[in-house]
């Protein structure tokens, strides 16, 4: 099961993330964005990393030029897309793993997304009026609908998860991985030492109970 930190900007988070147990860092490459990271900082994160993690690129409306422009660069082994410009084409024409990060509004959204059952989707919720990016928003979802999407497909639960609520989240919903990002800063794009050690490992403690139980498939036969 993955346990992900989002918007990392700096070798000394990479590499705390890292040593707690993280699977995937999200390396923001959105411009708009306050957790943006520029090819100086794309790389010392990368070279900190170094092959231990995953790295995934988080985009909004890429074309598969630029998605395969920096896995390349940067080692990426996904990138997660955002946007209302996405097509399932970007699956076939990108090199890497595509993960689809869904702002959803409704549990009925979640469920006829057009996006391939095979692939992983990255379930958020929709920003609110007057913001102008998806993801980052600290909201929540509600754990009955990310639990009922769990049952399909994997997913990964991403919006307002913090060290203090990762462990109920992940017995709730069981999903395939949990993202956290602006529940680990002390200020926009500024993540905080000890809520990413605190997240990353209670994350990992409460996918090894969960690994320990049946699965909700199995628990409903």
Same mark, same amino acid.
């Given at each position: 099961?993955?346990?992900? &930190?989002?918007?990392?900007?700096?070798?000394?988070?990479?590499?705390?993330?890292?040593?707690?147990?993280?699977?995937?860092?999200?390396?923001?490459?959105?411009?708009?964005?306050?957790?943006? /990271?520029?090819?100086?900082?794309?790389?010392?994160?990368?070279?900190?990393?170094?092959?231990?993690?995953?790295?995934?690129?988080?985009?909004?409306?890429?074309?598969?030029?630029?998605? @395969?422009?920096?896995?390349?660069?940067?080692?990426?082994?996904?990138?997660?897309?955002?946007?209302?410009?996405?097509?399932?084409?970007?699956?076939?024409?990108?090199?890497?793993?595509?993960?689809?990060?869904?702002?959803?509004?409704?549990?009925?959204?979640?469920?006829?997304?057009?996006?391939?059952?095979?692939?992983?989707?990255?379930? @958020?919720?929709?920003?609110?009026?007057?913001?102008?990016?998806?993801?980052?928003?600290?909201?929540?979802?509600?754990?009955?609908?990310?639990?009922n999407v769990a049952l399909?497909?994997?997913?990964?639960?991403?919006?307002?998860?913090?060290?203090?609520?990762?462990?109920?989240?992940?017995?709730? &919903?069981?999903?395939?991985? &949990?993202d956290a990002s602006s529940?680990?800063?002390?200020?926009?794009?500024?993540?905080?030492?000890?809520? &990413?050690?605190?997240?990353?490992?209670?994350?990992?403690?409460?996918?090894?109970?969960?690994?320990?139980?049946?699965s909700r498939r199995e628990?409903? /036969?």
């Amino acid at each position: 099961m993955i346990v992900k &930190v989002c918007g990392v900007s700096t070798p000394q988070i990479a590499e705390l993330a890292v040593e707690c147990g993280a699977d995937w860092i999200g390396l923001v490459f959105e411009p708009r964005s306050p957790r943006y /990271v520029d090819e100086a900082q794309a790389e010392a994160v990368m070279e900190a990393v170094g092959g231990r993690a995953d790295l995934v690129g988080v985009l909004v409306d890429p074309d598969p030029a630029l998605c @395969d422009q920096l896995a390349t660069r940067f080692r990426l082994s996904a990138v997660q897309v955002h946007g209302d410009n996405v097509d399932t084409s970007l699956i076939v024409s990108t090199s890497v793993p595509v993960i689809r990060g869904m702002n959803v509004a409704t549990e009925h959204q979640a469920y006829t997304f057009e996006w391939p059952p095979s692939g992983i989707v990255l379930l @958020d919720a929709a920003p609110g009026s007057g913001e102008a990016l998806p993801g980052g928003t600290g909201r929540r979802l509600p754990l009955e609908w990310a639990a009922n999407v769990a049952l399909h497909r994997r997913i990964v639960l991403a919006g307002g998860i913090t060290p203090d609520n990762v462990a109920d989240t992940v017995q709730r &919903v069981r999903p395939y991985g &949990v993202d956290a990002s602006s529940g680990l800063e002390s200020a926009p794009g500024v993540k905080d030492p000890e809520l &990413v050690r605190a997240y990353v490992r209670t994350a990992r403690a409460a996918y090894d109970v969960l690994d320990e139980l049946p699965s909700r498939r199995e628990a409903h /036969v």
